[in-house]
């Protein structure tokens, strides 16, 4: 711990506290939603309107600007789903245990999204809506993963006991992880290999590759707002009967 | 480049546009139902104070 300076810890500590957390997202918010609306501004103007057709798939790629974000986004909160569960599961943290639950209806969204965009890319250029190939499948299973997370949760009252629950399933599902990421490597399918997350150069040009991080960076202030407003929920519903919910709700009259 | 052509998206204007346009749904409502539920909550939770008082 003394790697680390005071005030980061201090800045940890008074985040774990449940007004206080809530103080400081009243605090951020705008600043969030600013941020978001400059990154997709640029990102599609830059994608659907600067960047040039593709040579052999035209302008159906286009739809890259928000399935490709959308993939990664599946993982990316999957993991912090997956730790933010392993944190309340260990050291009994409220937050950690909100934090994890509240990601999996934005997770399963992203995930929704990946597979339903892959499949109207998947139409003109495949052939075909669907195939069961293995990305296709380990994402799939992906979205059967969360939509597990907010049933378990949602079938156990106590949400202490619910949120243990949760963490260990969350926890098994992380080996599907990078079975979804080596897929198109391991196995030789339909779905493109990977264009950009290459130890090499990345294989896209640079006109079509900054409104995708762009976008990409977009969902990821996205995930926060959404995150937080339902970090706010959960925190109200399991805190009602604590005194700054309950001044909370007075300064709403 | 004018509208239409901007819009028909060299042909793959149906498949492009659903993309964005359930994405654009999707995250949407993610944002609007939690927003609704504190509503709701403080309406609640405003009658049951009320009541005890």
């Known amino acids: 711990m003394f790697l680390i300076p005071n005030a980061v810890v201090r800045f940890f500590h008074r985040m774990a506290s449940p007004p206080h957390f809530y103080a400081f997202t009243d605090k951020v918010m705008p600043w969030l939603i600013i941020i978001f609306v400059l990154l997709t501004g640029f990102g599609l103007y830059g994608g659907l309107y600067l960047a040039p057709a593709d040579y052999q798939q035209g302008d159906s790629y286009r739809i890259i600007y928000i399935h490709v974000p959308s993939a990664w986004m599946s993982l990316f909160i999957y993991m912090v789903m997956a730790i933010s569960g392993a944190i309340g599961l260990v050291w009994r943290i409220k937050l950690a245990e909100i934090v994890a639950i509240s990601s999996a209806p934005i997770g399963a969204s992203f995930t929704f999204i990946a597979l339903f965009t892959g499949s109207l890319w998947g139409k003109p250029m495949w052939g075909t809506w669907w195939v069961w190939d293995a990305r296709l499948t380990s994402e799939l299973i992906l979205l059967f993963l969360y939509l597990g997370v907010i049933g378990l949760y949602g079938a156990i009252d106590d949400k202490r006991v619910a949120s243990k629950a949760v963490a260990i399933l969350a926890l098994v599902g992380v080996v599907n992880i990078p079975i979804i990421h080596y897929s198109v490597e391991w196995w030789n399918t339909l779905h493109q290999g990977p264009t950009v997350t290459k130890m090499d150069k990345p294989s896209i040009h640079v006109s079509m590759l900054i409104p995708l991080l762009l976008m990409a960076l977009s969902f990821k202030v996205y995930y926060l707002i959404a995150l937080i407003q339902r970090i706010r929920i959960e925190l109200l519903q399991r805190e009602r009967n604590a005194q700054w919910v309950k001044a909370k709700v007075l300064e709403q009259v | ?53």
């Open chain 2, 1 to 53: 480049m004018s509208l239409d052509q901007f819009l028909s998206m060299g042909g793959y204007g149906f498949y492009v546009w659903t993309s964005y346009g359930v994405t654009f749904c999707v995250l949407l409502a993610n944002i609007i139902i939690p927003v609704l539920q504190r509503k709701q909550f403080f309406v609640k939770a405003l009658k049951k104070q009320r009541q005890s008082l």
